[in-house]
């Protein structure tokens, strides 16, 4: 019902700019779009219910925020154990609104395929924005992956977005930036895919508004020194570590709050406005990345 609504929406917007000017058409603002991401959950950690009893008050709170859809970065569970799922997917029944996990290193593949989503690679259009959500992570490493096939998809999904006039966010439990001490270290190596990724990113520098990781448990972590691009590792809504990258002069930015928590995202015409907010606390950390 509601991919329908898109669709004739969109129709009509498409059949109203022909009647336009080239010109008002670009000028128009793009309306704004706000969703919640989530990360690194954990369930079933150092064999306890600590975490599920923490994903399920995070989820009620994140049902309250406003936002159309809300994105997990993954690590759903933790050492891939089966029974945790189900257990997962009931406390996110709390969450009245879409939400769109990716696999981390703790989701093995076929696991998340029985419980979560059949096709892991996939991507859901919001308005102007195409979220591609992909699998780069291997059960036995930290390191991040991706095959020629991945590649290739990708390639056909900024396509899409060209053709479609969209912007790209791209989701990947793994980061795909370089880091190195005092940083986790974790990322996408040059010959697993990094080097053609960001060739593809550069090729498409105009309408790629982002990357979003999870995997790094340092709170928000992030780098913008690839041209436009922003890339930013989510903080876990299950435990965070302080490594203390900022006061070490790491690159990028690690605002000090490692509480557990979620992150509520606006994308306006100038900015991606990240709002994390612990799930305990009232208070939130702001931080705004100019597009
Ligand atoms: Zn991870």
């Not at 690590?75 to 089966?82: A, E, F, L, M, S």
């Not at 076929?110 to 699998?135: C, G, M, P």
């Not at 709050?257 to 900015?271: A, F, M, Q, S």
Request: proline content about 5%; glycine content about 4%.
């Amino acid at each position: 019902m509601q991919r329908r609504t898109f669709l004739s929406a969109t129709t009509a917007v498409a059949t109203s700019s022909l009647l336009l000017p080239r010109a008002s058409f670009s000028a128009e603002p793009r309306p704004e779009i706000e969703f919640v991401v989530v990360t690194d959950t954990h369930l079933g950690y150092k064999d306890k219910d600590a975490a599920l009893k923490l994903w399920s008050k995070t989820a009620a709170a994140i049902d309250k925020q406003p936002g159309k859809f809300v994105l997990h970065l993954g690590d759903v569970v933790d050492r891939g154990v089966d029974e945790q799922y189900p257990r997962y997917l009931e406390a996110r029944q709390l969450i009245k609104k879409p939400v769109h996990e990716i696999p981390g290193n703790h989701d093995p593949a076929e696991t998340f395929q029985k419980h979560l989503r059949q096709e892991i690679d996939t991507a859901s259009v919001y308005d102007w924005l195409r979220v591609v959500l992909v699998n780069n992570s291997h059960t036995d490493s930290h390191d991040g992956f991706l095959t020629e096939q991945q590649l290739a998809w990708l390639a056909e999904q900024a396509a899409l977005a060209a053709k479609h006039h969209q912007q790209l966010l791209f989701c990947l439990h793994v980061p795909v930036h370089s880091n190195k001490h005092p940083d986790r270290g974790w990322h996408v190596k040059p010959a697993s895919g990094q080097t053609q990724f960001y060739d593809l990113l550069k090729e498409h520098e105009a309408r790629t508004l982002a990357l979003f990781h999870g995997h790094f448990h340092n709170g928000l972590r992030g780098w913008h020194d690839h041209g436009k691009l922003h890339e930013v590792c989510f903080p876990s809504a299950l435990y965070n570590l302080d490594r203390q990258l900022e006061a070490k002069q790491a690159p990028g930015y690690n605002p000090v709050e490692y509480r557990p928590g979620y992150t509520l995202v606006k994308i306006t015409d100038k900015e991606i406005q990240l709002r994390f907010q612990a799930t305990d606390a009232a208070d939130a950390l702001k931080k705004n990345l100019a597009v």
